[in-house]
């Protein structure tokens, strides 16, 4: 299994705190059957979290000789989680946020307000080259309150990465009930963790979470998303 979404490399975002806990988490993915992960800090212009990409290879590289070292074979890959912005393709330009496999760009958005102009940013991502992923559809209000807004950004060419854990309710009955309803109307491309801690309910529940996705997706619905998931970093 392939994960597209976390937050693993060390002091860098909210993620992992240390390299002991990268460590922890990359252990406990490994046990549940991870075998690439692409590593995605949150890039937030304006704020401490936008480590550039020569600071975040470097990083990624420490990790994975740590991983290694310490026995674990996960391989890592390198993105970002974009935090919308009018200027993202201009982060991207300069070196300071990463595309995943220098095309995919995964971007998140505020959870309760919406953006005026966000048709203008996914039309710019995608003249000049790149595929824009929402990360985690579900958790925003105005998905929440009207499903069609999910179906009108896909047809602008916005894919969409739900985390696995907000169909046992990580984030509340809201989220749940959203991927719910994308999963049953065929509107998720991609899964993701979303990982931020060692310490978490995401590795018991992760056994319910793939049953429960698969039960409400279906079986061939279910394998696509996880063939389309992996198609990312080949
Ligand atoms: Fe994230």
Request: glycine content about 6%; overall charge positive.
């Amino acid at each position: 299994m392939i994960d597209i979404h976390s937050h693993i490399l060390p002091g860098i975002d909210d993620g992992s705190k240390s390299m002991d806990e990268s460590l922890a988490i990359l252990k406990q993915m490994e046990e549940l059957g991870f075998t690439d992960i692409v590593c995605t800090p949150h890039y937030i212009e304006l704020t401490t979290f936008r480590a550039n990409n020569t600071k975040k290879q470097e990083l990624l590289r420490k990790t994975q000789a740590a991983a290694k070292k310490a026995g674990i074979s996960i391989k890592l890959h390198l993105g970002n989680e974009i935090f919308v912005s009018r200027d993202i393709v201009k982060f991207l330009e300069k070196k300071e946020a990463m595309p995943i496999n220098k095309k995919y760009v995964l971007f998140e958005l505020p959870f309760t307000t919406e953006i005026k102009n966000l048709g203008d940013i996914i039309f710019d991502i995608k003249v000049n080259g790149y595929t824009p992923i929402l990360a985690h559809p579900e958790r925003y209000l105005m998905i929440q309150k009207d499903i069609r807004v999910a179906k009108m950004l896909k047809e602008k060419g916005v894919k969409l990465q739900c985390n696995y854990s907000s169909i046992t309710g990580q984030y509340g009955k809201k989220p749940m009930k959203t991927m719910k309803k994308l999963l049953k109307n065929g509107l998720v491309d991609y899964l993701g963790s979303d990982i931020h801690r060692a310490k978490h309910s995401f590795y018991g529940d992760f056994p319910k979470m793939l049953k429960r996705i698969k039960r409400i997706a279906g079986e061939s619905y279910f394998e696509k998303i996880e063939k389309d998931t992996a198609s990312l970093i080949k």
